[in-house]
């Protein structure tokens, strides 16, 4: 009996995230960016790096998003570049935002020398415009994807790390961390137990805005040639190059449309994610 | 009775801007168990500094406090010795002491856990808690916000009981809360202190309550105990001339009796406190020697403590009667 109400309890508060309208075309936005992205090869139209000898074809009913300067089909590079940016951007995210809170979090909680150290090493990275320091770290390394990816980690992390230490400094002055204490509890149990619920809401919304910024900042990188090589398809760099051909606009629209609908896509799911977490929306949303 | 708690002499600092505020300016009580010992005084006299003392959220800058045996130290970013976590405290606000995002049950059991129980048994624990304090068992898995600021310190207390408290120091729990609530918390704490045999300092500024509940009163006037005793010393025949003066405050349920004593003057500054006895400024009885010898405490015949110059060690309490 109480396994029963217990699963329908739980069914419940993962309903919650289905009520919002703008979760859900979220959420279908990415289901299918993400089919897209596996099934391409099958999708696709023609081989995404397949050239010949006309360019800049407009769209037409052989080419539905016309194609680029080597004449390739923008559509099938546009479903082949989700193979690189989302998962990439995903990857980024999922990387600064655990770094940046495990620093975030050690800074906050210790407090003290600790705490002032931490935080100078923050100051330091934003006081570098983040592209350059990107720039910088890619070209040290080498231009590689993983390398790109591995540079817009040490920019993004600080943003995570400010964030999660505001949160904490908040919340560690609540009666209850006190009380918790008091009961025995661990600093790394308070940590995880008492503080991190705090800290899951308002990092997954940063998370879902931030990975906009990361594709955008790996576009940039695979645009300077320190990101994604040619002739791998990459949304952003595919936006590039129709900066470079402003009169014809299905060459930077297309790959731009699909970057829009990521990003927003993203941040649907961010802020639905919020609502369902906070356990005072969420009720709202289960009533 | 059996002594669980003994604070001598206990100073409380606080730094503000590289100067040092005497909060808690030397402080002597014990508690048995089994006792409700009711801590009285206005606001910022260091009744709440004294308390979080005592448990070990603040740091004593002289001093010692022992609890049950063993010297209380300051709360580290470490683990608590096991030893400590049978002295509990309730907090005053009851929306803050508890997490809203976790359930009342997680954070009952937390206690039970730390303990060495597994969780399964910790929720079954918490359900019997969570009785003892009033509330239905399936109320461990619902949210804090579902419940009202009576039912959340119900579910503080039952937090604090799950640490198998000796001894409780309660600041203002029932300050928050409502009327109605304010009686039914009150009740509780008293029963519990008598089922579990625990001592509890009970902090107050509601002198009403504090004399239903408490078996002895210590009253406190800017960081000092100027008089402990039990209820019916403290409000019979006070032998402070402060004590008498707070217990006039307390309206009469007849309308008879005299008015509150209006004292001159604000409570003075704890940055700079005053000379000799820190109450003469305002005492109407302040003789020369009050503002040059600070008074020590000084047992009276009928086993209550004192610090007024008034009263003489182990002879009668001499009645204070002022305006």
Redo the contacts between chains.
Sequence with gaps: MTMVTKKM?KSKNSNSIWRQPLAVVGIGIIVIWTLLAIFAPWIAPYNPNAQDAAKFLAPSAAHWMGTDELNRDILSRVIFGARISLPYSLLLVALSATLGSIVGAISG??GGKIDSFLMRVTDVFFAFPGIVLAMAVAAALGPQIRNAVIAITIVAWPVYARLVRGLILNAKQ???V??????????L?TLI??LR??LSGPVFVLAALEVGNALLLLSGLSFLGLGAQPPASEWGSMVSLGAENFDRWWVGLFPGLAILTAVLAFTFIGDALRDAM???TA?ALRD | MKEILNVSNAVVEYDRQGLKVRAVAGVDLTLNAGEILGLVGESGCGKSTLGKAI???LKTAHGEIVFDGSQVKK?T????P?H??N???V?Q?PY???????KIGA?IA??LV??GSSRKDALHEAQDLLEKVGLPRNAI?R?P?EFSGGQRQRI?IA??L??APTAIVADEPISALDTSSQAQVANLLVNLVEEYDMGMVFISHDLSIVRRISDRVAVMYLGKIVEIGTVDQIWNNPSHPYTRALISAIPHADGTGFMPQDLPGDVPNPMSPPSGCRFHPRCPLAMPECAEIEPAFRTLSDGRSVACHLQTEGSEPVSISIG
């Design positions: 309890k909680y210790a609540n009666d209850y006190t009380a918790s204490s008091l009961l025995g509890s661990s600093s149990r137990v008492d619920p705090n906070d356990p005072r009720k | 448990v070990g959220i709360l970013r470490g683990q608590r096991k400590f976590r002295l509990q405290m907090f606000d803050g002491s508890l997490n809203p995002r976790r954070q937390d206690g730390v303990g898995d949210f916000h503080s937090r604090a799950a640490a």
